[in-house]
T-cell receptor, first 115, second 116 residues
Framework: GNSVTQMEGPVTLSEEAFLTINCTYT??????LFWYVQYPGEGLQLLLK?????DKGSNKGFEATYRKETTSFHLEKGSVQVSDSAVYFC??????????????FGKGTHLIIQP | GAVVSQHPSRVICKSGTSVKIECRSL??????MFWYRQFPKQSLMLMAT?????????EQGVEKDKFLINHASLTLSTLTVTSAHPEDSSFYIC????????????FGQGTRLTVV
């Protein structure tokens, strides 16, 4: 079956530090990969996505590259801000033969940025 | 982006009662909606896939008689937790795809259910 593994949190960094949150996956076929962010008290928001190998998704200074050879989709940001504090979820969508299906999520990584 | 509204955001109910959670797509039609459950410090677990006009498809281990899902229109899906018990206390989240071909899903704000 499909699965997503991401690094355990919480991850605590100082403002302007470099961020990496690791994510690896197991899936049949060729999944699409996503990073979602959940700010305190809010629902999930799509942060970025990539639909095929070597694609790079980017948004708000965050980026992640779809690496098929290592089955990874690590999230990076060069300089984090306090406002980036949230829970980040890596997810995949592996659809076989068309039709909608649900997402498979990692457990989430709680990111805490200190001023 | 597309907006999905979920109501209520918080609900406290007594053990043995039923609770209905609504999920609406506000500016698009969603032929398919998904219901997830999130335990504290855990990932979102897909409970069921809700298709407009047909029966929901439940994931293994999810009791369909306990978690009733109705997708009566292209903009509304409801999840009813029947005869709720304290172990049903959780965060329930719905999401919707803008089309069958789309990969992106839009999420509601979630509903915090507490059964006392």
């Amino acid at each position: 079956g499909n699965s997503v593994t991401q690094m355990e949190g919480p991850v605590t960094l100082s403002e302007e530090a470099f961020l990496t949150i690791n994510c690896t996956y197991t899936a049949t076929g060729y999944p699409s990969l996503f990073w979602y962010v959940q700010y305190p008290g809010e629902g999930l928001q799509l942060l970025l996505k990539a639909t095929k190998a070597d694609d790079k998704g980017s948004n708000k200074g965050f980026e992640a590259t779809y690496r098929k050879e290592t089955t990874s989709f690590h999230l990076e940001k060069g300089s984090v801000q306090v406002s980036d504090s949230a829970v980040y979820f890596c997810a995949l969508s592996a659809r076989l033969g068309g039709g909608a299906d649900g997402l498979t999520f990692g457990k989430g990584t709680h990111l805490i940025i200190q001023p | 982006g597309a907006v999905v509204s979920q109501h209520p955001s918080r609900v406290i109910c007594k053990s043995g009662t039923s609770v209905k959670i609504e999920c609406r797509s506000l500016d698009f039609q969603a032929t398919t909606m998904f219901w997830y459950r999130q335990f504290p410090k855990q990932s979102l677990m897909l409970m069921a896939t809700s298709n407009e006009g047909s029966k929901a498809t439940y994931e293994q281990g999810v009791e369909k008689d306990k978690f009733l899902i109705n997708h009566a229109s292209l903009t509304l899906s409801t999840l009813t937790v029947t005869s709720a018990h304290p172990e049903d206390s959780s965060f329930y989240i719905c999401s919707a795809r803008i089309s069958r071909q789309a990969n992106e899903a839009f999420f509601g704000q979630g509903t915090r259910l507490t059964v006392v």
